[in-house]
């Protein structure tokens, strides 16, 4: 089945430092993938469409400058959060479409960022 | 902004009791979706339902996607404490893959 991982599951930084998360479709192409943040017990939140070859779409809140999105190839998308502070710390989840043609969606496994 | 308001929003049940949650909305969806999350991972799809009057079962868990295709329920019968989890509904419109996310029941089962 089609499988998407995101790396890395957890990452622990210094307030001010950029973050890198990567979004991998393994065994099939992505021209599209969404990127997600979730607080705790809550739902997630839709932060941006990441398209292959041209710029992410973001959701309206959402700092395009602080959430840069990279979609470079049909299997990976970036999401990095660049001068991080306390305030993004946040589970961060992609989703890419299976190309089923019935809106399903398969998710990754999450990146926990804790920013120090 | 569609909107999919889903309820309860917590809930707390003893091992072998029946349960439903609803996910409620004013606009049309093509499809609605129910995912299970754990904590620390990704949602993982349960369901699609597609047709208005649709009724899926998934071992205990029947979903139903309303005839008017604005709401839908999942119903768990004899609820095990492996059940608990975050519960998320999402409606999708057309064939845009951008999907509108409830706010989740977190259920919990306690054995």
């Known amino acids: 089945g089609a499988v998407v991982s995101q790396h890395p599951s957890r990452v622990i930084c210094k307030s001010g430092t950029s973050v890198k998360i990567e979004c991998r479709s393994l065994?099939?192409?992505?021209?599209?993938m969404f990127w997600y943040r979730q607080f705790p017990k809550q739902s997630l939140m839709l932060m941006a469409t990441s398209n292959e070859g041209s710029k992410a779409t973001y959701e309206q809140g959402v700092e395009k400058d602080k959430f840069l999105i990279n979609h470079a190839s049909l299997t990976l998308s970036t999401l990095t959060v660049t001068s991080a502070h306390p305030e993004d710390s946040s589970f961060y989840i992609c989703?890419?479409?299976?190309?089923?043609?019935?809106?399903?969606?398969?998710f990754g496994a999450g990146s926990r960022l804790t920013v120090l | 902004t569609q909107l999919l308001e889903q309820s309860p929003q917590f809930l707390s049940i003893q091992e072998g009791e029946n349960l439903t949650v609803y996910c409620n909305s004013s606009s049309v969806f093509s499809s609605l979706q129910w995912y299970r999350q754990e904590p620390g991972e990704g949602p993982v799809l349960l369901v699609t339902?597609?047709?208005?009057?649709e009724v899926k079962k998934l071992k205990r868990l029947t979903f139903q996607f309303g005839d008017a295709r604005k709401d839908s329920s999942l119903h768990i019968t004899a609820a095990q404490p492996g059940d608990t989890g975050l519960y998320l509904c999402?409606?999708?419109?057309?064939?845009?893959?951008?999907?509108?996310f409830g706010k989740g029941t977190l259920l919990t089962v306690n054995p």
């Open positions: 989703s890419a479409d299976r190309g089923s043609g019935a809106n399903v969606l398969t």
């Open positions: 999402a409606g999708a419109r057309g064939s845009n893959y951008k999907l509108t």
């Open positions: 339902v597609v047709t208005g009057g």
């Open positions: 065994d099939f192409q992505a021209t599209t």
